[in-house]
């Protein structure tokens, strides 16, 4: 990992303004801030860590599959495309992002008629320690109080 403060003097990265870290990945260059990086990394702005989430597929960071693949280890397909015997994680699956990891994938339905949030499959991912559950119970609560429901069930 190379580290440029002030500015970059010299080389391809010259114009970037610093305090910056390079990270060389696999195959990408990523530039992070180093103010970010000293900080404790799950710490929001007021210091306490940042809640779980349960990321839309379709969002920038799930979108770029190589990088979401290089940053996180974690390989993920849109499974609404296929049949459903061969689907792996189900219909529509939301990765949950807690601190700076994946840990699982939500298969998820919101019934809006009926307001609830219904969680019909976890899958936790390998490796992954810790009480999964309670993160995922908080991000699902908080992405059904954002959807306008208001309770949260499991199948």
């Known amino acids: ?24 990945t696999t195959n990408a260059i990523i530039f992070v801030s180093s103010r970010r990086i000293e900080r404790d990394s799950e710490a929001e702005l007021d210091g ?3 809640p779980p989430v349960l990321l839309c597929p379709f969002d920038n960071l799930v979108w770029d599959r190589p990088l979401l693949e290089r940053l996180f280890g974690f390989h993920h397909t849109i499974e609404v ?7 792996i994680y ?3 699956v939301l990765p949950l992002l807690a601190g700076d990891r994946i840990v699982g994938r939500a298969d998820l339905k919101a019934d809006r008629a009926e307001g609830v949030l219904h969680v019909r ?6 490796g992954v320690r810790g009480n999964v559950t309670a993160k995922l119970e908080r991000a699902a609560a908080r992405l059904a109080r ?4 208001e309770e949260v069930r499991h199948a």
């Open 1 to 24: 990992m190379a580290a440029c403060f002030g500015f970059c003097t010299s080389g391809p990265h010259s114009s970037l303004p610093t305090p910056a870290r390079l990270v060389n």
């Open 48 to 50: 306490s860590p940042a």
């Open 81 to 87: 495309y296929k049949r459903e015997h061969e689907r």
């Open 90 to 92: 189900g219909y529509y």
């Open 121 to 126: 499959r976890f899958h936790p991912e390998p």
């Open 146 to 149: 954002v959807l306008g429901l």
